[in-house]
Structure formats: structure tokens, C-alpha cells
């Protein structure tokens, strides 16, 4: 496990060159995962891991406000939780943000120029629990959908980002050609707290009318 020192390096970001510099370090001595803990806003990629020659290099996000308020507290032991009430009670403790997926209603069709292909966002809900207060939004709340139209299983690679002003002009739709998407794509609806529900969707969806996703 590495636990990345932001205040010694404030301008660095851990990208996929930094993974393949760990990997060629440490290699397979490691065994098959290896763990960084950073905040999440220096972290330069999206997917969750990145698996290199059988070795899974996780990416584990550590809110602002945790660091912040490490900053500025005193350490003392915790009650640890025994029941669910107790668990509320240490989250509120330290103001831990607790985070859920948002939900998504998406549906996906041919375009009327029959060339092209329609997404479109039915409903959005965000869910949260920031500062020991539920905070719970909707399509006020989507932030931005990026795409991999070609999605290898794998990898993340971003083809398509698509912020929310631009879809709500658009009554909450996006297009794309459709002779770029002949395999899985995926989405990434991402809420203004920086939270991710993710879809891989098959090109063969394109014959269903709507889907629901995160319930």
C-alpha cells in the first residue's frame, strides 16, 4: 500500500505513467493488489483500478473534508459501531462524506437520422450524507456524462464528455454515430458531488425502448 503525501507534493498527480512506475518498481512482488490512498481530486484517471500484467492497482479516493478535518482536530479513539444507529453516530463524529451512487433512468434509441444514436437521461437522483446531513438532489444535481464508445472491458478511455448545461438544451438527450459504437460502450453519469454510476450498455440495447439503472 502506498499512502500518497499530498502536502509534500501539491501539484502532482498520480496518472497511469505513476502506476506503470510503481508496477516496474515493485512488480509482482506485491502479489495481485496494491492499494493507493490519495484525495481524490489528484487521481488522473477514472476507473477504479488499473491491472497491470495480473496486479490490480487500486485507486481508494479520500474526500477533502476528511483531510480537512484531520487538519484541524484533535485525534481521539472512536466508539467503534456495533449496530446501525452507532455507525450514524462515528460518521457524524468526524463529518465523514458517506456517498452512494446517484440513480439513473437512461433510455437509448436509433436518431432520427437513423446514422446516429440518442442517450437520453429519464431521471437523476444523487444521494449523499455530507457533513452528517442527507443530501439527496435531482437532475439539478447531474453534473456530467463521459463515454467510452468502445469499451474493452477493461480500461476506461474517454471519447465523449458531455456537461449537464449542454443535455438539459437538449432535453436531457446526447447523440453519437453509430457506427462507432458495434460493441459495449460505457457511461459514467457523474452528480455535482463527484459521484459515479456507471453502465455498460451493448450495442444490441439499442433495440430495448428504456432501462433502469442503480436500483
Given at each position: 500500500?502506498l499512502?500518497?503525501?499530498?502536502?509534500?507534493?501539491?501539484?502532482?498527480?498520480?496518472?497511469?505513467?505513476?502506476?506503470?512506475?510503481?508496477?516496474?518498481?515493485?512488480?509482482?512482488?506485491?502479489?495481485?493488489?496494491?492499494?493507493?490512498?490519495?484525495?481524490?481530486?489528484?487521481?488522473?484517471?477514472?476507473?477504479?483500478?488499473?491491472?497491470?500484467?495480473?496486479?490490480?492497482?487500486?485507486?481508494?479516493?479520500?474526500?477533502?473534508?476528511?483531510?480537512?478535518?484531520?487538519h484541524?482536530?484533535?485525534?481521539?479513539?472512536?466508539?467503534?459501531?456495533?449496530?446501525?444507529?452507532?455507525?450514524?453516530?462515528?460518521?457524524?463524529?468526524?463529518?465523514?462524506?458517506?456517498i452512494?451512487?446517484?440513480?439513473?433512468?437512461?433510455?437509448?434509441?436509433?436518431?432520427?437520422?437513423?446514422?446516429?444514436?440518442?442517450?437520453?437521461?429519464?431521471?437523476?437522483?444523487?444521494?449523499?450524507?455530507?457533513?452528517?446531513?442527507?443530501?439527496?438532489?435531482?437532475?439539478?444535481?447531474?453534473?456530467?456524462?463521459?463515454?467510452?464508445?468502445?469499451?474493452?472491458?477493461?480500461v476506461?478511455?474517454m471519447?465523449?464528455?458531455?456537461?449537464a448545461?449542454?443535455?438539459?438544451?437538449?432535453?436531457?438527450?446526447?447523440?453519437?454515430?453509430?457506427?462507432?459504437?458495434?460493441?459495449?460502450?460505457m457511461?459514467?453519469?457523474?452528480?455535482?458531488?463527484?459521484?459515479?454510476?456507471?453502465?455498460?450498455?451493448?450495442?444490441?440495447?439499442?433495440?430495448?425502448?428504456?432501462?433502469?439503472?442503480?436500483?
Amino acid at each position: 500500500m502506498l499512502v500518497f503525501n499530498h502536502l509534500e507534493n501539491p501539484n502532482k498527480l498520480i496518472d497511469e505513467e505513476t502506476i506503470n512506475g510503481i508496477h516496474a518498481a515493485v512488480g509482482k512482488r506485491v502479489g495481485n493488489r496494491f492499494f493507493i490512498v490519495a484525495p481524490r481530486g489528484v487521481f488522473d484517471f477514472q476507473q477504479d483500478y488499473i491491472e497491470l500484467e495480473g496486479v490490480r492497482y487500486f485507486a481508494l479516493r479520500i474526500p477533502y473534508s476528511i483531510i480537512n478535518e484531520l487538519h484541524h482536530r484533535e485525534f481521539t479513539a472512536l466508539k467503534q459501531p456495533n449496530d446501525e444507529t452507532a455507525v450514524n453516530e462515528t460518521v457524524d463524529a468526524v463529518g465523514f462524506d458517506f456517498i452512494q451512487p446517484p440513480l439513473v433512468n437512461w433510455s437509448l434509441r436509433v436518431g432520427e437520422g437513423k446514422d446516429e444514436a440518442c442517450l437520453k437521461i429519464d431521471a437523476f437522483e444523487s444521494r449523499a450524507r455530507l457533513r452528517g446531513k442527507e443530501a439527496r438532489g435531482g437532475m439539478e444535481t447531474f453534473s456530467m456524462l463521459m463515454i467510452d464508445l468502445d469499451y474493452d472491458g477493461k480500461v476506461f478511455c474517454m471519447d465523449e464528455v458531455v456537461y449537464a448545461h449542454e443535455m438539459q438544451s437538449k432535453d436531457w438527450q446526447t447523440f453519437f454515430p453509430r457506427n462507432r459504437f458495434d460493441s459495449n460502450m460505457m457511461t459514467v453519469f457523474i452528480d455535482i458531488y463527484g459521484n459515479e454510476a456507471r453502465e455498460i450498455i451493448s450495442a444490441d440495447s439499442l433495440a430495448l425502448a428504456t432501462r433502469p439503472s442503480g436500483s
